[in-house]
C-alpha cells in the first residue's frame, strides 16, 4: 500500500510534470485541423528535441562538465541549439551550474529547493541578477566559439522563432506562420524551460538517491524521460564530468545515446564515462552507510532471562 508521503510525491509529479502535457494533449486534439495541424505537431517535436538535446549536451555536458571534446563546428552548432532554448547565454548557464555544483542545497545555491520548492522550479529567476564570480566564468574566457555564441544570444533565440514562422508560412500561407510560431516557437520554448526546472526542483526533492552525495539530488524517471537523461541528477552529481547520466542500462538516457553516435561519426572524441569499478565502489560504500545508520538505530536487544 503507497503510503502518504508516496502518494503526495507522485501527486506533485503528476501536477507539475505530467499535467500539463496531458492538458497540452487535449488542447491539440481539440483544436485539430483548425488551430494545430501536422506542421505544428512536427515543428513542436522536433524542435523541442533539438533544443533539449542543445541544452543537455552542449551547455550541460559538454561546455559546463568537459564530458567530451568536440572541434568548433560541432561545438557551435549544439552551443547554437541550447541558445535557441532561451534559456540565457552559453557562458552565464555554464557558470551558473558550476556554482550550483560548488553550492549544491547549502548558501549560496542559485535554485535549491531548502528555500522552497516552487523558488528552485522558476522563482529564482524573478530574484536581481547576480554578479557571477570570476571563479566560475574563467574557465571559458579562452572557448571562442562559447564566447561567440554567448554574445549573439538573442540572434540565435530569434533564429529558433524565424524557423517555425517560416516554414508555417511556407507551408500554409499566414495562417500557418502563425500556428507554426505558437507551437514550434512559444510552446515548445514554455516546454523546454519546464522540463529544465523540474531538473532543479523535482530532482532534488522526491526520487532515488543510490550515490552518497553531500547534497539532495534525486534520480526520477519521468524527468529523466522527458529530459532525455537530465533526470538522472544523483547519478549526475555523484559523477559531474560523466558525458553519460543514465548509468544502469534500465535508465533511459537520449542524450548519451546521441552522444556515442556522434563519437562513431567522430564527431567527438575523448567521451568521459564513468568507471564501473569505480562507480561499484561508490554504491558499496553509500550501502554500507546506509547499513550502519540503520544499525545505529535498532533497538538493543533484551537481556535474556536467567
Not at 26 to 35: E, Y
Not at 132 to 141: C, P, S, V
Not at 249 to 269: G, N, P, T
Request: charged share 20%; glycine share 8%; proline share 6%.
Amino acid at each position: 500500500m503507497v503510503g502518504p508521503k508516496e502518494f503526495f510525491r507522485r501527486l506533485l509529479i503528476l501536477f507539475i510534470v505530467v499535467a500539463p502535457l496531458a492538458a497540452l494533449v487535449v488542447g491539440i486534439i481539440q483544436l485539430w485541423n483548425r488551430w494545430v495541424g501536422p506542421t505544428d505537431l512536427v515543428l513542436l517535436i522536433s524542435l523541442y528535441a533539438l533544443t533539449v538535446l542543445g541544452i543537455g549536451i552542449g551547455f550541460h555536458r559538454m561546455l559546463t562538465h568537459k564530458g567530451f571534446d568536440a572541434p568548433a563546428p560541432v561545438r557551435f552548432v549544439l552551443l547554437v541549439l541550447g541558445s535557441m532554448a532561451v534559456e540565457g547565454p552559453a557562458v552565464e548557464w555554464a557558470a551558473t551550474h558550476l556554482k550550483h555544483h560548488a553550492k549544491s542545497d547549502k548558501d549560496g545555491d542559485p535554485h535549491s529547493p531548502l528555500e522552497g520548492f516552487w523558488h528552485a522550479h522558476f522563482g529564482w529567476l524573478f530574484r536581481t541578477p547576480e554578479v557571477l564570480e570570476e571563479l566560475y566564468g574563467r574557465q571559458f574566457k579562452d572557448d571562442r566559439v562559447a564566447q561567440f555564441v554567448h554574445r549573439t544570444f538573442f540572434l540565435w533565440v530569434s533564429l529558433g522563432l524565424a524557423i517555425p514562422l517560416v516554414v508555417g508560412f511556407l507551408l500554409g500561407g499566414w495562417m500557418g506562420a502563425f500556428t507554426g510560431i505558437v507551437w514550434g516557437g512559444f510552446v515548445r520554448v514554455g516546454l523546454v524551460h519546464h522540463v529544465t526546472w523540474s531538473v532543479n526542483s523535482i530532482c532534488h526533492t522526491f526520487g532515488r538517491q543510490p550515490f552518497e552525495t553531500p547534497d539532495r539530488s534525486k534520480n526520477e524517471w519521468i524527468v529523466g524521460l522527458l529530459a532525455f537523461g537530465e533526470g538522472w541528477h544523483n547519478n549526475h552529481h555523484a559523477f559531474p564530468r560523466s558525458a553519460v547520466h543514465g548509468l544502469r542500462w534500465y535508465q533511459f538516457d537520449l542524450s548519451a545515446y546521441v552522444i556515442w553516435i556522434m563519437a562513431r561519426l567522430r564527431l567527438v572524441r575523448n567521451v568521459w564515462v564513468v568507471p564501473r569499478d569505480r562507480m561499484k565502489a561508490s554504491l558499496r560504500n553509500y550501502r554500507r552507510q546506509i547499513n550502519d545508520a540503520v544499525d545505529k538505530v535498532q533497538p538493543a536487544p533484551k537481556p535474556a532471562r536467567p
